[in-house]
């Protein structure tokens, strides 16, 4: 008979964490287990378990796992404690055979070289020349704007040295797009 | 409640209004406090199993849109940036080194104005104070020549005191002549039961003390008796 699934769907696709260390010997101590959610990424994100501690039936969904992160393909310097995302339905056990194959990083993540620089809105660029005209500044090169990244330890990615060649450059209009498609009918 | 919302809506109905009806009041008022139903309500009962639908959003469109948010907020916050900077460099700004330099100009001058004002007050104040020095030395020696003058006198009286005692002191009952002092104050009997009257005449007793009593004390009087 088949399954006929009701209800609201979800994007989650597995077992909770105590579904599969409660399961298996030795709380799964050594096993590979990973997220379903990321396995969007092209490079591979899983976690191995090393400590399982049970909790209090406050909690029953809940188990508290020491794991070691592998994040795209990166391992984290220090092991991580998962306990309050433990109840998600999202884990999944990778089989002791297939472990090799699943945690092999074929092609690791690259950084990207952000710009530095990027045009002005054309409206504020001409109010800003009309300005220095009137102060009399001369104006020697093209106006640029500074862009602010926002700055964070784990990204990878990094403004562009001074005269580095950026990867990612940034426009005032729409820009470079991955899918065409969507401006088809875009009358100029 | 009821009969006013159906009075309203009857006179809606006949295209007449509430006053004009000739009716009481029927102008329906309905407070709306909260816009929506608190949310501890829970889910309303028609709506229980009611489950929405998904919105499906193609993946190339996704990610196109996330490409878009995410280039416009980083463009915003640089321009956003870049206005707060011109408009802080615009501000009038305070020249450190100017203001530095008045600092210690004024302070110079705060400084020697100082000085001269503790010159003249040290100079006002040693004044002041040989003058309180003097008037205390003259208090002092006043102070040592009465407290001579006072030593002196009762050096005289005492010394006034000593020739009167040594002029009593051949009166006076020693060791040598006690036995003969005895002997006069017993052979001498006084007499004080006496009385005076307003001329200052001395009324002897009247009645002599009595043998008995006298031969008693003499007797009381002499040891080994």
Redesign the interface.
């Known amino acids: 008979m088949p399954i006929k699934y009701i209800g609201r769907t979800t994007d989650f696709k597995g077992k909770s964490l105590w579904e599969i260390v409660g399961n298996l010997k030795n709380g799964g101590i050594g096993r590979i287990v990973a997220r379903q959610m990321f396995e969007r990424y092209p490079e591979p994100s899983f976690i191995k378990i090393l400590k399982v501690e049970a909790l209090p039936y406050e909690e029953p969904r809940k188990v508290s796992v020491l794991v070691e992160r592998t994040f795209r393909g990166v391992k984290f310097d220090r092991p991580v404690l998962i306990r309050a995302a433990s109840y998600k339905s999202d884990y999944q056990l990778i089989p002791k055979d297939q472990e090799a194959a699943y945690c092999k990083v074929e092609k690791p993540r690259t950084m990207s070289i952000l710009a530095r620089t990027c045009d002005y809105p054309p409206l504020y660029k001409e109010m800003l020349i009309r300005k220095m005209k009137a102060k009399g500044t001369p104006i020697t090169e093209e106006l640029k704007l500074e862009i602010q990244h926002t700055t964070s330890t784990n990204k990878f990615a990094r403004v562009a040295e001074e005269g580095e060649t950026p990867t990612v450059n940034m426009t005032i209009d729409i820009g470079p797009t991955c899918s065409p498609r969507l401006y088809e009918n875009v009358k100029q | 409640m009821l009969r006013n919302t159906l009075l309203a809506g009857s006179s809606a109905a006949n295209g007449s209004f509430g006053i004009l009806s000739g009716l009481p009041n029927t102008v329906c008022v309905q407070c709306v406090r909260w816009k929506r139903k608190p949310l501890w309500l829970g889910t309303a009962k028609s709506k229980l199993f009611r489950?929405?639908e998904?919105p499906k959003i193609p993946k190339?469109?996704t990610?196109?849109l996330l490409?878009?948010h995410n280039?416009y907020r980083?463009?915003v916050?640089?321009?956003r940036?870049?206005i707060t900077e011109a408009v802080i460099g615009s501000q009038a700004r305070v020249d450190t080194e100017l203001r530095a330099k008045q600092e210690e100009e004024d302070f110079v001058r705060c400084v020697a104005l100082n000085n001269e004002w503790n010159e003249s007050k040290a100079k006002a104040r040693d004044e002041r104070l040989a003058k309180a020095r003097e008037v205390r030395r003259e208090e002092i020696l006043r102070k040592i020549i009465a407290q001579e003058q006072l030593a002196a006198k009762q050096l005289e009286n005492i010394e006034k005191t000593v020739k009167r005692v040594k002029e009593e002191a051949i009166t006076f009952i020693t060791e040598k002549n006690i036995d003969q002092a005895i002997e006069d104050a017993l052979n001498n009997p006084v007499d004080h039961n006496w009385a005076l009257d307003l001329e200052g005449t001395i009324h002897r007793g009247k009645y002599v003390q009595p043998q008995a009593n006298e031969g008693q004390r003499q007797k009381r009087m002499q040891p080994g008796v």
């Open positions: 489950i929405p998904r190339d469109e990610i196109e490409r878009l280039n980083t463009l916050r640089s321009i940036h870049h």
